[in-house]
T-cell receptor, first 117, second 112 residues
Framework: EAGVAQSPRYKIIEKRQSVAFWCNPI?????LYWYQQILGQGPKLLIQ????????DSQLPKDRFSAERLKGVDSTLKIQPAKLEDSAVYLC???????????????FGPGTRLTVT | DAKTTQPNSMESNEEEPVHLPCNHS???????IHWYRQLPSQGPEYVIH???SNVNNRMASLAIAEDRKSSTLILHRATLRDAAVYYC?????????????FGTGTQLKVEL
């Protein structure tokens, strides 16, 4: 079974530039998540999709971050314009079960390491 | 989400058992206890989860206290590959479900 795919693996941009990350979840997984992990901290959920609808985006900085999941499969996360504090690893995860199942597991991709200079 | 408390770091020798503790005194009756680990330069990886009873799988065992206010992840024979950050997470059954709230975890170091 193929895992969660993410690209690019690394990205270096200057502040005020824009950047986009792509995620392809495990086939058949209805739920997709984007996390931000700053060095030395645990991952923080940015947004959760159930199929192509948003379930939770309470921690997404909506003035500069946007995400979409067209057709309920692949997803892209965009930052525009980037700030120095956006330097982090951006992780995508997927799970096969939706809401109301506290026992299901999430599968994570390798992440995209973003450096903003 | 209810909060968990873990030691910042622990050390172990290779091929010895490792017991990673987690306190969660405010756990609710419907919170599942999940453990994930994150190896260097990789995304987190699911390890094990449980609700009330002790659980075993090929990777580890999870021992849950009778009052559910604490739990212990047990690696039966640590290897160098087990060196990682281990996260103890409580997941409830809510309308937004499946959300993982990570803390800073326990950094496990394994030595020869």
């Amino acid at each position: 079974e193929a895992g969660v795919a993410q690209s690019p693996r690394y990205k270096i941009i200057e502040k005020r530039q824009s950047v986009a990350f792509w995620c392809n979840p495990i086939s058949g997984h209805a739920t997709l998540y984007w996390y931000q992990q700053i060095l030395g901290q645990g991952p923080k959920l940015l947004i959760q999709f159930q199929n192509n609808g948003v379930v939770d985006d309470s921690q997404l900085p909506k003035d500069r971050f946007s995400a979409e999941r067209l057709k309920g499969v692949d997803s892209t996360l965009k930052i525009q314009p980037a700030k120095l504090e956006d330097s982090a690893v951006y992780l995508c995860a997927s799970s096969s079960l939706g809401a109301l199942r506290g026992g299901s597991e999430q599968y994570f991709g390798p992440g995209t390491r973003l450096t903003v200079t | 989400d209810a909060k968990t408390t873990q030691p910042n770091s622990m050390e172990s020798n290779e091929e010895e058992p490792v017991h990673l503790p987690c306190n969660h005194s405010t756990i609710s009756g419907t919170d599942y206890i999940h453990w994930y680990r994150q190896l260097p330069s990789q995304g987190p990886e699911y390890v094990i989860h449980g609700l009330t009873s002790n659980v075993n799988n090929r990777m580890a065992s999870l021992a849950i206290a009778e009052d559910r206010k604490s739990s212990t992840l047990i690696l039966h024979r640590a290897t160098l590959r087990d060196a990682a950050v281990y996260y103890c997470i409580l997941r409830g059954v809510t309308g937004g479900g499946n959300k993982l709230t990570f803390g800073t975890g326990t950094q496990l170091k394994v030595e020869l």
